[in-house]
């Protein structure tokens, strides 16, 4: 799903990206033709403007690509990264603080701007980057900004419209409505997402997120084994459930010990699934002992409990060999 939690430091690792390069490339061979005295300046603005921005220095970039927007309007992509010179310039820590607040109103001033202009280009690198703009967007009525989920809402709505086979916008409108406490909603929108890629593993890993997210470890588990189907030779599709297994049993205090022993043997059956696929599978090794140790805990026959326990000791150490063995060769 998308993660809005750092898009200072994305859009800084995004701005050396070929799409970014692309933009700019088009920006400037398009004003090159122009014979407007202001459309030149234009272009030596943006080109400033682009030099402090790759350098961070969002203060002085705001100021030229502001400068260079005066001079031509129609600069498309100068909208977006202006406002996010204005929203890597935004504290949270100064929230409430009218100049830092300003920053933001300005950033998604800007970024409804960008994402109106952008995506209505009939360049690819334009509707990328408009998509974008709508990505930060979303961010910028986050939590941890204006904690606005009412207008992030229509944002992610629009970004379906464009793409409505991209599950990763179905999970960003999910995530608001469970936020919210609209949880039919959001189990609708993480349905939704499945509909649309059947076949894209991470659609069954987040609806089985929210489902015990929600306590609803049987409709988690079904999630994870619709995944499984999708993936019969990934180790790591079994393991998943095995891990989900071992959790439950280990700390819902409300399972009586058929139901953990259920359990348990449930999660020993996936994780030898996982282990047939990838023998040197670590962690399918340590959540094996980890589960014949729950075993052990409820078993009462004193031999089969000591059993279990050696067997969960061996597979420990075999654990260990593999990563020592795997740490030696990351050094030679």
């Known amino acids: 799903m ?3 939690g750092h898009k200072g430091g994305a859009m800084r690792a995004f701005w050396g990206s070929p799409a970014v390069t692309a933009v700019v490339a088009l920006s400037v061979s398009a004003m090159v033709g122009c014979s407007s005295v202001n459309v030149v ?3 030596r603005d943006f080109k400033a403007a682009n030099q402090a921005y790759a350098q961070q220095d969002y203060k002085q970039s705001a100021a030229l690509y502001e400068q260079t927007l005066q001079e031509d309007p129609k600069l498309a992509q100068a909208y977006f990264f202006l406002a996010n010179c204005y929203d890597n310039q935004y504290k949270p820590s100064h929230k409430g603080e009218p100049a830092n607040d300003e920053l933001l109103d300005k950033a998604v001033k800007n970024y409804n701007l960008a994402a109106e202009k952008l995506s209505a280009s009939d360049k690819e690198e334009d509707k990328k980057l408009g998509k974008l703009a709508l990505e930060y967007l979303v961010a910028a009525y986050g939590a941890d900004k204006l904690n606005d989920p009412a207008k ?3 944002v992610v709505q629009k970004m379906i419209q464009l793409e409505p086979n991209e599950p990763s916008n179905y999970f960003a409108l999910a995530k608001i409505y469970e936020d919210a406490g609209a949880y039919p909603e959001a189990e609708q929108m993480f349905l939704k997402a499945k509909e649309v890629k059947p ?3 991470a659609v ?5 997120g929210y489902y015990n997210r929600q306590g609803e470890f049987s409709k988690t588990i079904d999630a994870l084994e619709q995944r499984a189907a999708k993936e019969p030779n990934n180790p790591e599709a079994f393991q998943t459930i095995a891990g989900y297994y071992w959790d439950e049993s280990s700390k819902d205090a409300r399972l009586t010990g058929a139901q953990k022993l259920d359990y348990i043997h449930k999660g020993l059956e996936a994780v030898d699934k996982a282990l047939q696929l990838k023998p040197d599978y670590v962690e399918a090794l ?6 014949l ?5 409820l078993e009462k026959d004193p031999g089969k409990q000591q059993s279990l326990i050696k067997e969960a000791d061996q597979l420990r150490d075999k654990a260990n060999d593999l990563r020592k ?3 030696a060769g990351a050094t030679n």
């Open 2 to 4: 998308m993660n809005y």
């Open 41 to 43: 300046k234009a272009r």
């Open 325 to 327: 063995q795997k740490a």
């Open 152 to 154: 992030a809402e229509p």
């Open 199 to 201: 076949n894209d593993a």
């Open 204 to 208: 069954y890993l987040q609806l089985a």
């Open 286 to 291: 340590t959540f094996k002992g980890l589960l």
């Open 293 to 297: 140790r729950l075993q052990a805990n």
